[in-house]
């Protein structure tokens, strides 16, 4: 039960909300010896672009674009696809000087979702102005959960039609030539519709004022010889939801994400993946959403957004190793462009999350967990890299089969990223 964690009044949420924003601001302000620097003193390595774009590239590293705004921080390829939810993502990066346009498309071909957004940025001096826009359209197997007298309520419909789209303007200044702190204000004009019930699930603007900070010193090492990234990168944030207007808050939420790469010797491999979210205070049960886990994007082996909670935290790790050095093979093919299949690997996975129903931090917490094995393998033409994988996950908590996946991604370090 939410008991009296929802019953705070609406006015004091809101001011204490707005006090905590600024202390955080303040707090990476002072902290950061970076900031005492000038404007024309910043590193000849920066470079302008998305949430994960620091420094420029060199012929000996180059710098990849991290996606730090999902559940599982990752670095973001060019191309990619996963089965067996058959998801396709596209990520377009371009660079003109100071000015970039880095364009993302998706469409989930099991779940009919389709989704897209572009951001345009641009780079002056220690700051980084960015202005996305973004749209998704989902037609199947929508579940939506929500608070409820019984803790929650899930409304789940196989005919159903949802939209979501609006814009985002952000503002960040980079105090170190690895991080920056920035705010942004995304509005989100939201339609759901039920076919099989026709009636109206959710209509209204959704305005989230958001501090945040972000690190990164993620690189590729020598990517014009392997697909070997090593480095930090992490995004932690505090925001506020507000419907339709800024004197009716929905709720204060804050939320993490940490991604850590690391080559051991020249055999071994080590990933991590650090989140946690959570709903700091509801004022408007009605209208507040769940955190939704599972799946390839989060907790591997579980169906995807099967696990549902106010308050999440998960720890993904993956350990390779190198492996079968003498099936490395090369080859020439036209315009004397050399291929080279290498990089096998095999390689265990485990995903661990725990997470509560309830605002109150008393309140039951549920483990949820899974272990794999998986084989890997890489395709490389000078600095592009096709990475194929192939892993199965097993949950231990629930008796099924163990789900397979195999992922296929493209990174293109020709670009300037």
């Given at each position: 039960m939410?008991?009296?964690d929802?019953?705070?009044n609406?006015?004091?949420g809101r ?6 924003l600024?202390a955080v601001?303040?707090l ?8 005492a620097q000038?404007?024309g003193e910043e590193s000849?390595k920066e470079?302008?672009?998305g949430?994960g774009a620091t420094?420029?590239?060199t ?14 921080a990752?670095?973001?390829p060019d191309?990619?696809v ?5 998801a396709?993502k596209?990520?377009i990066p371009?660079?003109?000087?100071r ?7 998706g469409y ?5 979702q389709l989704?897209g957004d572009m951001v345009?940025?641009y780079r002056?001096?220690?700051?980084l102005?960015?202005?996305?826009f ?8 929508y579940v939506?959960p929500r608070?409820?007298l019984?803790?929650?309520d899930?409304?789940?419909d196989?005919?159903?039609v949802v939209r979501?789209?609006g814009?985002e ?10 991080s920056?702190?920035g705010?942004?204000?995304k509005?989100?004009d939201?339609f759901?519709?039920s076919?099989s019930?026709?009636e109206l ?5 959704d305005?989230r004022?958001e501090v945040?900070?972000i ?6 090492v020598q990517?014009?010889?392997?697909l070997?990234?090593?480095g930090?990168?992490g995004r932690l944030s505090l925001?506020e ?10 709720s ?9 790469q690391?080559?051991?010797?020249d055999?071994w491999?080590?990933?991590e993946h ?7 205070d509801?004022w ?6 769940m955190?939704?886990l599972?799946?390839?994007?989060s907790v591997r082996?579980y ?5 549902k909670a106010?308050?999440?935290g998960?720890?993904?790790s993956e350990?390779?190793r ?6 490395d093979?090369?080859?020439t093919?036209?315009?004397r462009?050399?291929?080279q299949?290498?990089q096998?690997?095999v390689?265990v996975?485990n ?5 509560q129903?309830e605002?109150n931090l ?6 949820h967990?899974?272990?794999g094995?998986g084989?890997g ?10 990475d ?8 231990f ?7 397979a996946?195999v ?9 300037n990223?």
């Amino acid at each position: 039960m939410l008991g009296s964690d929802l019953t705070l009044n609406r006015h004091s949420g809101r001011l204490r909300g707005r006090r905590v924003l600024l202390a955080v601001v303040l707090l990476m302000l002072v902290s950061c010896p970076g900031w005492a620097q000038a404007p024309g003193e910043e590193s000849e390595k920066e470079s302008s672009g998305g949430e994960g774009a620091t420094p420029a590239p060199t012929r000996e590293s180059t710098r990849p674009n991290v996606e730090l705004s999902t559940f599982r921080a990752e670095v973001r390829p060019d191309f990619e696809v996963v089965l067996p939810t058959g998801a396709i993502k596209q990520h377009i990066p371009l660079r003109f000087g100071r000015f970039g346009i880095d364009t993302t498309l998706g469409y989930a071909v099991n779940g009919n979702q389709l989704d897209g957004d572009m951001v345009f940025s641009y780079r002056l001096g220690r700051f980084l102005f960015e202005q996305r826009f973004f749209q998704m359209v989902d037609f199947e197997d929508y579940v939506d959960p929500r608070f409820g007298l019984g803790g929650v309520d899930v409304f789940s419909d196989e005919e159903f039609v949802v939209r979501k789209r609006g814009l985002e303007p952000r503002i960040s200044a980079f105090v170190t030539p690895d991080s920056r702190v920035g705010t942004a204000l995304k509005a989100t004009d939201t339609f759901e519709w039920s076919l099989s019930e026709e009636e109206l699930v959710d209509e209204g603007l959704d305005l989230r004022p958001e501090v945040f900070f972000i690190y990164d010193n993620m690189k590729a090492v020598q990517p014009n010889r392997a697909l070997e990234l090593t480095g930090t990168a992490g995004r932690l944030s505090l925001s506020e939801r507000f419907r339709n207007s800024f004197t009716n808050p929905v709720s204060l939420e804050l939320q993490s994400r940490v991604l850590f790469q690391a080559l051991i010797g020249d055999e071994w491999g080590i990933e991590e993946h650090l989140s946690f979210d959570t709903l700091i205070d509801v004022w408007r049960d009605d209208l507040a959403r769940m955190y939704q886990l599972g799946g390839f994007d989060s907790v591997r082996g579980y169906a995807p957004n099967e696990i549902k909670a106010v308050r999440a935290g998960m720890l993904s790790s993956e350990v390779s190793r190198r492996v079968l050095r003498s099936w490395d093979r090369s080859f020439t093919v036209r315009e004397r462009r050399r291929v080279q299949v290498h990089q096998h690997r095999v390689f265990v996975l485990n995903d661990v999350a725990v997470t509560q129903k309830e605002l109150n931090l008393e309140s039951k917490a549920s483990f949820h967990g899974s272990a794999g094995l998986g084989i890997g393998t890489v395709v490389s033409i000078g600095r592009v890299h096709l990475d194929v994988s192939v892993a199965a996950a097993q949950p231990f908590d629930i008796e099924r089969l163990p789900v397979a996946y195999v992922r296929t991604t493209l990174f293109n370090f020709e670009r300037n990223l």
